[in-house]
């Protein structure tokens, strides 16, 4: 019996293997029944014996051996169903794998004890593989989407829910510091402030992250404004925070038009930052900005070791650290978001950021034009 024939025929055994090997994948399945635990099992094996009835030519065969499958005309196929169920049911990616693997495992040792296959039969064995290996791919693909979005979905709540209570904190410093209730007291204030800010800033940060994530682009807001003086005052703020460093603003051209003033003021506080966390400490810190007819130009440059080629082709991916930072990872109270979200800040003003670096300096440029249409519609 050819092996399309047999799945139809023994359809229920082979339900029933599937349903018992689902249930022992713990803890998901352990409040599932049989209906859930069976879930697209009898729709994909349709898919399943579909694919191996239908007549497949050798370039065929070799395109779906390279995961070149014909493209399914449905908006979304068993497969794809099962991963997003199985995924909302809180199995994991290795459970769903294995899945698919004890279903190609029983539907071939029954149909080899039950018809003893001829030879001929054989190349079904082939055509059964790769149907398998599609569901699994479709339901991979669907189970990481569903996950992602899951866990950008969580960040997001988390975010939005821990600000109530970061601003009571905040609040509550602020007015303990006022009270002047003695030196104790004030200096506890301070500390409460401080690291109230750097919460904050990690907040911001995460929240940003998540919305890129979710495919929102970071929101902006744009104004007429002079960009020269919005740089400045947040220089000034940099000195204060950071009484050591050399930080240099040299300006040049016509720097007025219409951007988020603080969008840009949080992607220039990045750049500087990153510099002083890598670049020479005794050395000073250049920011340089420039404007033409059609666009600005802000340059952070710093001395330092140069950021190794590798190093440089990822490091405005999120998440991303250098190995040579003065401080260890972590210490500085960042989550390694800073230049992801300057680039993401550059891209919702409609610019680009490029990062260079050589024995002498590291150079991060950032072009942005000077349409009045920027697009804040995020």
Not at 31 to 43: K, M, P, T
Not at 316 to 342: H, K, M, N, V, W
Request: with cysteine; aromatic share 4%; net charge negative.
């Amino acid at each position: 019996m050819r092996l399309a024939d047999f799945i139809l025929r023994d359809m229920e055994p082979i339900l029933a293997q599937w349903e018992a090997f689902a249930a022992t994948l713990l803890p998901a399945a352990a409040h599932l029944e049989s209906l859930a635990l069976r879930d697209h099992a009898q729709q994909i094996l349709h898919a399943v014996v579909k694919d191996l009835r239908t007549s497949q030519t050798r370039q065929v065969q070799r395109e779906k051996s390279l995961g070149h499958a014909p493209m399914i005309d449905a908006s979304e196929t068993a497969a794809q169903t099962h991963a997003l169920l199985r995924a909302r049911a809180g199995f994991n990616i290795n459970q769903l794998a294995a899945e698919y693997r004890a279903l190609r495992a029983s539907v071939l040792r029954l149909w080899i004890d039950d018809c003893e296959p001829r030879t001929a039969d054989l190349d079904d064995v082939i055509r059964f593989n790769e149907a398998i290996d599609q569901a699994l791919a479709e339901s991979i693909n669907f189970f990481s989407a569903q996950v992602e979005q899951n866990r950008n979905l969580l960040l997001g709540m988390l975010g939005h829910d821990m600000r109530s209570p970061l601003q009571a904190i905040q609040m509550t410093a602020s007015y303990l510091a006022a009270l002047n209730a003695g030196e104790v007291v004030s200096d506890a204030a301070d500390r409460l402030i401080r690291s109230g800010g750097r919460m904050q800033a990690l907040l911001d940060d995460l929240c940003d992250f998540n919305r890129t994530r979710l495919g929102l682009g970071i929101n902006v807001v744009p104004e007429k404004i002079d960009l020269a003086e919005v740089l400045a005052d947040e220089l000034d703020e940099l000195r204060t925070a950071h009484p050591g460093s050399q930080l240099e603003l040299s300006v040049s051209g016509n720097l007025q038009g219409t951007w988020d003033s603080r969008r840009l003021q949080q992607l220039v506080q990045n750049l500087v930052l990153n510099a002083l966390k890598y670049g020479a400490p005794d050395m000073p810190i250049r920011v340089e900005l420039s404007g033409d007819a059609e666009q600005i130009r802000i340059d952070v440059r710093n001395r330092g070791p140069a950021i190794e080629r590798a190093t440089l082709e990822r490091i405005f991916e999120p998440l991303t650290r250098g190995a040579d930072a003065r401080q260890s990872s972590g210490s500085d109270g960042s989550l390694g978001l800073g230049l992801y979200i300057a680039r993401e800040i550059a891209k919702a003003h409609r610019g680009e950021i490029e990062a260079n670096s050589d024995g002498t300096e590291t150079v991060f440029s950032v072009s942005l034009p000077r349409a009045e249409d920027t697009a804040n519609g995020h």
